[in-house]
T-cell receptor, first 112, second 113 residues
Framework: DGGITQSPKYLFRKEGQNVTLSCEQN?????MYWYRQDPGQGLRLIYY???????QKGDIAEGYSVSREKKESFPLTVTSAQKNPTAFYLC???????????FGQGTRLTVV | GESVGLHLPTLSVQEGDNSIINCAYS??????FIWYKQESGKGPQFIID?????DKRQGQRVTVLLNKTVKHLSLQIAATQPGDSAVYFC????????????FGRGTSLIVHP
């Protein structure tokens, strides 16, 4: 089945450690996105990539990094510089401009 | 029942009622709009979309209305069911080559049996 897969579903890390969240899609989409969602809040854009080997900062990129070495993969690293990393992280992809984005099931990151 | 989006993030309705969820979008250059449904602990799912050259689009039990004059979008759900309970987001795609879906705050819909 075609889709977008995030792993793991739950992730626990100690404060000060970097952690990488996986996002893979087999939809042959050019664009991929990372969003952060806090309880009772909307989705805030962290980074996005319109094409392989290119990515742009979103509204809350500080403390995060990404790479887009392959079309199907867009991993997100939450670094120790992120002051409040505990959140629900959502990855999405879309085929092209002005088409709907498809979302993964999210990764809930808890930093203790 | 009717919500006013940012000013009333929770909408409670009885099963069988019609629901109206509202969204005020921000950019007059936006030319594509999408409604998503997000159930607890899951990623958002596409419900229905509409382009700026239309003012109404219907799906199965859902209708989206677009008023470009006042930059307002609404989602109407007919005969609301308990399975419709979720958070609903509107997203706008700004034209001019931008690929970035921008999300509103969301409205929580609670359907009482």
């Amino acid at each position: 089945d075609g889709g977008i897969t995030q792993s793991p579903k739950y992730l626990f890390r100690k404060e000060g450690q970097n952690v990488t969240l996986s996002c893979e899609q087999n939809l042959n989409h050019d664009a991929m996105y990372w969003y952060r969602q806090d309880p009772g809040q909307g989705l805030r854009l962290i980074y996005y990539s319109q094409i392989v080997n290119d990515f742009q900062k979103g509204d809350i990129a500080e403390g995060y990094s990404v790479s887009r070495e392959k079309k199907e993969s867009f991993p997100l690293t939450v670094t120790s510089a992120q002051k409040n990393p505990t959140a629900f992280y959502l990855c999405a992809s879309s085929r092209t401009v002005n088409t709907e984005a498809f979302f993964g099931q999210g990764t809930r990151l808890t930093v203790v | 029942g009717e919500s006013v989006g940012l000013h009333l993030p929770t909408l409670s309705v009885q099963e069988g009622d019609n629901s109206i969820i509202n969204c005020a979008y921000s950019n007059s250059a936006s030319d594509y709009f999408i409604w998503y449904k997000q159930e607890s602990g899951k990623g958002p799912q596409f419900i229905i979309d509409i382009r700026s050259n239309m003012d109404k689009r219907q799906g199965q039990r859902v209708t989206v209305l677009l008023n470009k004059t006042v930059k307002h979008l609404s989602l109407q759900i007919a005969a609301t069911q308990p399975g419709d309970s979720a958070v609903y987001f509107c997203a706008e795609n700004i034209g001019g080559g931008s690929y970035i879906p921008t999300f509103g705050r969301g409205t929580s819909l609670i359907v009482h049996p």
